[in-house]
DNA sequence: CAATTCTTGACCAGGTTAGTCAGGAAATAT
DNA sequence: ATATTTCCTGACTAACCTGGTCAAGAATTG
């Protein structure tokens, strides 16, 4: 589960998408991108990992643009962050080594902890639709209860 | 909460450095760097941080190197991210926009949720605490259950 | 039908920023 | 004084973001 900035360009743009296709026209990248101050460039090249990930289908021609392929509620934020973002294949630690944790032993000690947060974020995002984002129904929503933290500092 | 690579480069320095800190002597970065495949000049920079947030002590000079400040159950692995990134004042979904959600009106859609998320995560990591990451007791403690996830997919 | 306009699709080139590393100077213990 | 180690400054690399060009498909208009 990368996060990088380029994910929460296509969050933000997927949003607006979501917002604005009412009755379930097109919207045009122009549209997106002047209301969300985003190049035109960046949102086509965003856009087509997007189709290609099977989360909006494109109309050509005039009145044409891209639409929802399912409906907002069905739409999952980790979805839109994944299919942007390269595939990072498994939490590795170090970027470009052979003999790191990729692959083989379970040689790096912090490994565990960055797949257990990569888990997290992931079961977050994925909890999130896009209907959730543009109705405002995020906040609240952390505070893992269920963990075993137990509030160091405080106590 | 920013998550980058050089957070996780810190964790990882800190977990070794904790790990062989026995009866408290001095470990060099040095030794450091060989261990955790981790250039000299990278990890200067990350401790001068860290040195700087009050989380390490130095030692100069022969048989010095760093020590931790607090010992490792105290050391919570949320202020090792927070000492190396940079503060990255609030969630700024666009980095220098002026009309942004920075600072004026929440205009930006997503702008809760990368507030939510950022809180997800740091409730996460600052229920990890050094010792927890060497000692390998991390595993089994996302999956937040108090959230409104109703599974979305599933049902 | 033919021309025009609107929009996606694919591509490349440049500028900015974060991430990473190398080298040398300052400090301290022996 | 010399070796060891932290500290500081500069340079290189990759990722991010923007801008531009050109082609392809679809609706509108004559």
Same mark, same amino acid.
């Given at each position: ?38 190049? @035109?460039?960046?949102?086509?090249? @965003? ?69 257990? @947060? ?38």
């Amino acid at each position: 589960m990368k996060l990088s900035t380029k994910g929460r360009y296509a969050v933000m743009a997927m949003a607006d998408l979501a917002g604005h296709n009412i009755d379930g026209r097109a919207v045009p990248l122009a549209e997106i991108s002047s209301r969300q101050e985003i190049s @035109l460039s960046y949102l086509e090249q @965003l856009f087509a990992k997007l189709r290609r990930g099977g989360l909006v289908k494109s109309v050509r021609g005039p009145g044409g643009g891209y639409r929802l392929a399912r409906p907002a509620e069905e739409t999952r934020v980790a979805d839109i962050i994944l299919a942007v973002d390269e595939p990072i294949a498994a939490t590795r630690c170090r970027p470009g080594s052979t003999k790191g944790c990729t692959g083989t032993g379970a040689r790096c000690v912090t490994h565990d902890l960055w797949e257990e @947060l990569g888990r997290q974020i992931h079961v977050f995002l994925s909890s999130v639709s896009l209907a959730d984002v543009i109705e405002k129904r995020v906040l609240g929503r952390a505070q893992p209860c269920g963990t075993v933290a137990e509030n160091r500092e405080a106590a």
